[in-house]
């Protein structure tokens, strides 16, 4: 199903950031995927369901959270941070900064899991020699 995706930064993702960015609560609060209900239910996701969402750059593994604000549906939100970067383009068209809202995304349940962070940095960008 496809879907527009928005990021930003969240309260939960700032404060688990204190925490440390390879701890558990960092990934519970920045793997997500917040989805208006209605499309939970025609995706045929519960609160907690992995999700693969998909880019021209690469997919990601996260979990789908039922959202409050997202109110009208065809929209998704990822918090910032290595999820989201995984599959975003990073060419920044001249601004010094890559655009980060407004992406056609694809999204479909799965039981892949979630990759933790120090597997998906891997994955991504390698070990530096």
């Not at 993702?13 to 208006?36: I, P, R």
């Not at 990822?78 to 655009?99: D, R, Y």
Request: glycine share 8%; hydrophobic share 35%; proline share 7%.
């Amino acid at each position: 199903m496809d879907f527009t995706l928005i990021t930003g930064r969240t309260i939960d993702q700032g404060c688990t950031k204190e925490h440390a960015k390879l701890s558990d609560e960092y990934l519970l609060n920045v793997a997500v995927c917040e989805m208006n209900p209605e499309d939970m239910k025609r995706l045929n996701v519960r609160d907690g369901d992995n999700v693969k969402i998909m880019t021209d750059v690469g997919s990601v593994i996260v979990k789908a959270k039922r959202s409050r604000r997202i109110r009208r549906p065809g929209i998704i939100f990822v918090p910032f941070g290595p999820w989201i970067n995984a599959i975003l383009p990073s060419e920044t068209e001249g601004t010094g900064m890559p655009p980060l809202k407004g992406f056609r995304v694809r999204v479909e349940p799965t039981d892949e899991p979630v990759s933790d962070i120090r597997s998906l940095l891997l994955k991504n960008y390698g070990v530096k020699g």
